[in-house]
């Protein structure tokens, strides 16, 4: 066939084949592509200044007229991810003729992965632009097209091979303490902490600016600010924003930076490394992980403490409307026949007054046969509810006799607890002096190191670093056995009073919410039902909230109790 602008005589052989003896003009034009794979290469000039001095040099020799240059400084070739690849190739297809062929160093710079390099070798001969390399001088006869295919898969397995030991090398540095990454977590900043050879190795270290923010960010998502109670991500991106805080890159706060700085472990002191697949993102097993002890800055109980909340708040677990709605029972309030939500209802009397039902949901969506239904007065439930808590849950006698009869059992749970650590510390003890007796025996000219003794050590490590990982979560979990006070009980009582008789409605929720599971409404009963060890939880917060959502079990309301029974009024929605 021959081009348009009758330039070139391409001779079609086969499927992606061309004869391309008899193709190129007398001076061909030539754009050449350079490329290497890292940042650290461009930077220190080890690569491309050489790469365009052979192939200006390659062209010069035959006559060839280099009129493009396109230099792709730190970028990976196992995909076509690359700005300056794709500008070249667009151009190439572009109509034009803008150049005749394309020269590279080695087809290994073009592509490093052997479909990619035939898919585009092909795509560019559709359109009159060959492919040079000018250390892998090949045609396009049969066997040469195969000996090309073959060099690409092991440029192919070169890649995935060298993939593979770098991964394995970061992922020991990472065990080590050291940072693999560019840009550091918010709130640290990475030092140097010495050189082998050209390689600088870093270490995380607290930034105080920033770890005030990071600090501050956790404060309002347990406690909240002196206006209201604890907050979600977004109102915390929203309070960040509004009061002058900015990312490290001075941009706002939203909901993803917020939910990932809570979420990652590093601030109490975990290092992660190798969560994603770096191409597929696939996020990968913890055992695949690596992690290491950095300095924290927030404590591990109050990081773990955050996790549990985040787990509970995730919409896939409970609807947002349940920890954010403006309405005080939403997500506490359920029917007591069908245990369905009593979702708002509104309906408007003759003379245009809006009224606000709490109704059952399974009635609304399903009918009567699933569930007969009930509705009360919005204002009316949420009287009975915060009135019953304020003067029958929260009377200070009646709180220490619930709360004395938990002591017990928390003090079981601490001794258990504590025959666990001592159980993990004795075996990670004796992990670690076999360990330093097979070290001794080496030493010592006792023993010679050979596979054998090599997996052994190896399986020694794995135990030893096992057995500290469980214990350093039993003692996360462990808590100090802490005696409530008739004084503290009294000031609880006092504080959380107030706190559901006055402020907006999402502070009033919050609070009412770290107290109670749910509200059962029957027809002529009302039950409020809560756990003792939330109920201590918040005695000993002296007041302070404990958000999320409840486990709904019944545990500190006795059997048989209920609040006084009211007589409930025919209300129609």
Not at 157 to 176: D, G, I, P, T
Not at 194 to 204: A, I, Y
Not at 242 to 263: F, M, N, Q
Not at 463 to 475: N, S, V
Request: aromatic residues 8%; charged residues 30%.
């Amino acid at each position: 066939m021959f081009d348009p602008a009758g330039k070139r005589d391409v001779r079609r052989l086969g499927a992606g084949q061309f004869d391309w003896s008899a193709t190129l003009p007398s001076t061909p034009r030539a754009a050449i592509y350079l490329r290497v794979s890292t940042g650290r290469q461009a930077e220190n000039d080890l690569s491309i200044p050489d790469q365009k001095a052979q192939t200006e040099a390659w062209c010069k020799a035959r006559s060839w007229t280099v009129v493009a240059e396109y230099v792709e400084p730190g970028a990976s070739a196992t995909d076509d991810k690359r700005p300056e690849f794709q500008r070249m190739v667009e151009r190439a297809c572009d109509g034009e003729n803008a150049f005749d062929v394309i020269v590279v160093h080695s087809f290994s710079r073009f592509f490093r992965d052997a479909f990619g390099l035939e898919f585009y070798v092909r795509k560019l001969a559709k359109h009159g632009v060959r492919l040079v390399s000018i250390t892998q001088e090949l045609g396009d006869d049969p066997a040469q097209v195969m000996m090309r295919q073959v060099i690409a898969l092991f440029d192919e397995y070169q890649s995935k091979e060298n993939a593979k030991h770098v991964l394995r090398s970061m992922k020991e540095n990472a065990r080590q303490g050291y940072w693999n990454g560019n840009r550091p977590p918010f709130g640290y900043t990475a030092v140097e902490v010495e050189r082998r050879g050209n390689r600088v190795k870093k270490k995380l270290s607290i930034d105080p600016v920033e770890a005030e923010t990071v600090r501050l960010i956790f404060r309002l998502f347990l406690v909240g600010d002196e206006d209201c109670g604890p907050m979600g991500v977004k109102s915390i991106a929203v309070w960040l924003n509004e009061h002058g805080y900015r990312t490290r890159g001075g941009s706002t706060w939203a909901i993803g930076p917020v939910h990932a700085l809570l979420s990652n472990p590093v601030y109490s002191g975990r290092m992660r490394f190798n969560r994603h697949e770096a191409r597929s993102g696939r996020r990968k097993s913890e055992a695949e992980q690596v992690f290491a002890e950095v300095p924290a800055i927030i404590e591990p109980q109050v990081f773990e403490k955050v996790q549990g909340f985040l787990k509970e708040r995730n919409p896939r677990v409970t609807p947002p409307r349940m920890v954010s709605g403006p309405i005080l029972l939403t997500g506490l309030a359920v029917c007591a026949s069908c245990q369905g939500a009593m979702t708002l209802r509104t309906g408007t009397s003759k003379i245009g007054n809006v009224y606000r039902y709490y109704s059952c949901s399974t009635c609304a969506r399903h009918g009567k046969s699933v569930c007969k239904g009930r509705s009360i007065r919005m204002d009316k439930l949420d009287t009975i509810v915060v009135d019953q808590l304020v003067d029958r849950l929260l009377d200070p006698p009646r709180l220490t006799a619930m709360l004395s009869s938990l002591g017990s059992e928390l003090a079981a749970k601490e001794k258990a607890v504590n025959t666990r650590i001592v159980a993990l510390e004795r075996e990670a003890h004796e992990a670690g002096e076999r360990l330093r007796r097979l070290y001794q025996a080496i030493e010592d000219g006792v023993a010679e190191m050979d596979d054998i003794l090599k997996d052994r050590i190896t399986a020694l490590k794995l135990d030893r670093d096992r057995l500290q990982e469980a214990l350093a979560r039993a003692r996360v979990g462990a808590r100090p056995s802490v005696e409530v006070s008739p004084i503290v009980v009294e000031q609880f009582g006092a504080t959380m009073r107030e706190n559901l008789t006055t402020g907006e409605v999402p502070f009033r929720k919050a609070y009412l919410g770290s107290l109670v599971d749910r509200v059962e409404v029957d027809d002529h009963a009302v039950r409020i039902v809560g756990r003792k060890d939330v109920l201590k939880q918040a005695v000993l917060a002296k007041g302070g909230p404990i958000p999320g959502v409840r486990s709904f079990v019944r545990k500190w309301r006795p059997v048989g109790e209920s609040n006084p029974c009211f007589q409930r009024e025919r209300l129609t929605s």
